[in-house]
């Protein structure tokens, strides 16, 4: 019922910067938090950066004054700007999102949260 589907993924020298771009489609109702984590081979998942709906945004201690979360909460989309890349920065992004989601059942209209999972997009930062 809901897809979220991330973009901008690429190749980049260190030093260099990406947009990531995540987007939200489906029987949508309302978008609590969003962020962006990342899992580079070998490593579990971990979290990068999240934001609220009214724009209050974490970090990850590794990624602080390099990267910026933002969100366009007319758009269901939120994106991730990062500057300064480094090598060790390379990894699969993963965007997610608390989604409130609309039903249809034999007694009406309902709705229900979800924790939404793009597939990801792979950045990877040549020395």
């Known amino acids: 019922q809901v897809q979220l589907v991330e973009s901008g993924g690429v190749l980049v020298q260190a030093g260099g910067s990406l947009r990531l771009s995540c987007a939200a489609s489906?029987?949508?109702?309302?978008?609590?938090?969003m962020g962006w984590y990342r899992q580079a081979p070998g490593n579990q998942r971990e979290l990068v950066a999240a934001?609220?709906?009214?724009?209050?945004?974490n970090y990850a201690d590794s990624v602080k004054g390099r990267f910026t979360i933002s969100r366009d909460n007319a758009k269901n989309t939120v994106y991730l700007q990062m500057n300064s890349l480094k090598p060790e920065d390379t990894a699969v992004y993963y965007c997610?999102?608390?989604?409130?989601?609309?039903?249809?059942?034999?007694?009406?209209?309902?709705?229900?949260?979800?924790?939404?999972w793009g597939q990801g997009t792979l950045v990877t930062v040549s020395s």
């Open positions: 997610n999102a608390d989604v409130q989601v609309s039903a249809q059942s034999g007694w009406g209209t309902t709705s229900y949260w979800i924790l939404a």
């Open positions: 489906g029987s949508i109702v309302s978008i609590d938090a």
């Open positions: 934001i609220t709906t009214g724009g209050s945004a």
